[in-house]
């Protein structure tokens, strides 16, 4: 019963250092998000998708890169770490049938820019 | 621009008391509201949702209320109890294409719940 699967749980990197954070899901879901949580910011959207081969911009895309080649994976893309970049980071994904249902989350990835 | 509103940080109640946590919105095109619950080191996990058709939605302790005309939302646990202490975010959607579903979720920042024995 794995639903949502984000890897590694924990991560330091040094300012400058490229990384790429890992989800994977495998309950066939179309839509996939990434979302950062900050102290007092709540959860801000930083890509999503809706599909394979389709990505899109959330609020907080800067310094993020994203791809979609298959259904189950939506890794994300640190290109140059920046300590603005410490957060935890979540990946969500969502079901494809009907307009109104609710997202599944992954357990988070603590990131650590130094 | 913040489209979903959690004023409240933080909230504190009585163990079998009644726990209410506020939201506001302002984009009125959302159809689709959403609450979760989060724990420390945990994702969050979907607790309850209402439609924009609906005003009322209950499921056990949890009813969730929609007022559309004044762009907010409530969410109601009774009891409360020690297990329910955790952050509640709220979140929101809308139809961006008829068989394509909702948008991302828009998320408030959040209001953490201590319910005290």
């Known amino acids: 019963n794995a639903g949502v699967t984000q890897t590694p749980k924990f991560q330091v990197l040094k300012t400058g250092q490229s990384m790429t954070l890992q989800c994977a899901q495998d309950?066939?879901?179309?839509?996939m998000s990434w979302y950062r949580q900050d102290p007092g910011m709540g959860l801000r959207l930083i890509h999503y998708s809706v599909g394979a081969g389709i990505t899109d911009q959330g609020e907080v895309p800067n310094g993020y890169n994203v791809s979609r080649s298959t259904t189950e994976d939506f890794p994300l893309r640190l290109l140059s770490a920046a300590p603005s970049q410490t957060s935890v980071y979540f990946c969500?994904?969502?079901?494809?049938?009907?307009?109104?249902?609710?997202?599944?989350f992954g357990q988070g990835t603590r990131l650590t820019v130094v | 621009d913040q489209q979903v509103k959690q004023n409240s940080p933080s909230l504190s109640v009585q163990e079998g008391r009644i726990s209410i946590l506020n939201c506001d919105y302002t984009n009125s095109m959302f159809d689709y509201f959403l609450w979760y619950k989060k724990y420390p080191a945990e994702g969050p996990t979907f607790l309850i949702s209402i439609s924009s058709i609906k005003d009322k939605n209950e499921d056990g302790r949890f009813t969730v209320f929609l007022n559309k005309s004044a762009k907010h939302l409530s969410l109601h646990i009774v009891p409360s109890q020690p297990g329910d202490s955790a952050v509640y975010f709220c979140a929101a959607s809308l139809v961006l294409w008829a068989n394509s579903g909702n948008t991302p979720l828009v998320f408030g920042k959040g209001t953490r719940l201590s319910v005290i024995a």
């Open positions: 969500a994904s969502r079901t494809p049938g009907g307009p109104n249902t609710e997202a599944f």
């Open positions: 309950m066939n879901h179309e839509y």
